[in-house]
């Protein structure tokens, strides 16, 4: 689902997925700072919709309060999400953060699966068989 603000690009938008009768995609109108259905999605992505500092951070707060914990947030743009007092929200890795967790949490659950990555182990010696694609996954279970 897409938020837009512009009525044009609304119908131009429509059209488009008309046009490859997409049944899995849509483009609603709307204001981002009066937008109340932020906690019905699991990710949220948006790319600097908002040129103004102050309304940004507005809709990023409000984005924050209704978000359900776990909804997972990719901000890819110049300034960061910055935590704001009474919010449960943290950076995982830039642009991507998580809401429902602190910072603290994240960052022991990001070692973690950092820890589990494939790049990060070497195949054991008592490993000698062949295990095809299966190695990656083998030598992390094995590691872990």
């Excluded at 709307?30 to 919709?49: N, Q, T, W």
């Excluded at 950076?91 to 809401?99: A, G, H, K, N």
Aim: a negative charge.
């Amino acid at each position: 689902v897409g938020l837009e603000y512009d009525p044009a690009y609304v119908r131009a938008a429509q059209k488009l997925l008309g046009s490859v009768a997409s049944e899995t995609c849509e483009v609603i109108e709307g204001d981002a700072l009066k937008f109340e259905g932020y906690g019905a999605y699991d990710v949220i992505y948006f790319y600097r919709p908002l040129r103004d500092d102050a309304r940004l951070r507005q809709m990023e707060v409000r984005i924050i309060e209704q978000a359900d914990p776990g909804t997972i947030i990719i901000a890819p743009y110049d300034t960061a999400l910055a935590p704001h007092p009474g919010w449960t929200c943290a950076q995982v890795i830039s642009p991507i953060f998580i809401t429902g967790l602190t910072q603290a949490q994240v960052d022991v659950w990001h070692e973690d699966a950092v820890r589990t990555a494939p790049e990060r182990v070497k195949r054991p010696a008592e490993m000698r068989f062949q295990t095809g694609f299966w190695t990656p996954l083998l030598e992390v279970a094995h590691y872990n």
